[in-house]
């Protein structure tokens, strides 16, 4: 059939070439692609430029505010660094005070006893002197009763006499004093 046409298209007389578009439909191609050019530069790469700024806008502030969030973030941090070792530092200084008190409350407990054993043993030994000298007065007492009663038994006549009898009965403790002391220095 395409043999046929051509046939027919040849017989006519016509010298055109069918790979090749008619002068009007050429023009008015032109036209119609100049036309969609303009509308598509004057409405369409405007709108389009202004979404891809807008797009490209909020791109870089999304990136400015990641990387302000995170230079907040890294303040953040080196702040909270500077803290624990602050706080690090701090604990360690009550450690040290806690340690230092409880040393001092020990050698403060340490010196109380050691006050208290002291008062104590003082409290102790004038007991004992006191003691001691109840017990001395009283055995002398009766030391002398017992030396004046045996002395009276020995020599045969009463020793009534308060004055002798008390004269009596120190100089017998004196000398009894005397020996003691002569026996405890050997």
Same mark, same amino acid.
């Given at each position: =059939? ?23 439909? @050429? ?19 405007? =709108? ?8 490209? %806008?909020? @791109?870089?502030?999304? @990136? ?32 040290? %005070? ?10 403060? =407990? ?24 109840? @017990? ?51």
């Amino acid at each position: =059939m395409a043999a046929t046409i051509t046939l027919l298209a040849a017989a006519e007389g016509e010298t055109h070439n069918p790979l090749v578009p008619a002068t009007y439909d @050429i023009v008015w191609s032109i036209v119609c692609l100049v036309v969609v050019g303009f509308v598509f530069w004057k409405f369409v790469l405007p =709108m389009f430029q202004k979404v891809l700024a807008d797009r490209t %806008e909020q @791109i870089e502030g999304g @990136i400015k505010k990641a990387e302000e969030a995170q230079a907040e973030a890294k303040d953040a941090l080196e702040q909270y660094r500077a803290q624990l070792a602050e706080a690090r530092t701090e604990a360690a200084q009550i450690r040290e %005070e806690a340690r230092t008190q409880g040393q001092q409350i020990i050698a403060d =407990m340490k010196v109380q006893a050691q006050e208290e054993s002291d008062r104590i043993v003082a409290a102790g030994h004038s007991q004992l002197v006191a003691q001691r000298q109840q @017990i001395v007065a009283e055995l002398r007492s009766d030391l002398g009763k017992t030396a004046v009663d045996l002395a009276e038994k020995v020599i045969g006549e009463s020793l009534a006499d308060d004055v002798k009898r008390a004269g009596t009965v120190d100089r017998f403790l004196n000398e009894l004093d005397a020996v003691s002391a002569d026996s405890a220095r050997k």
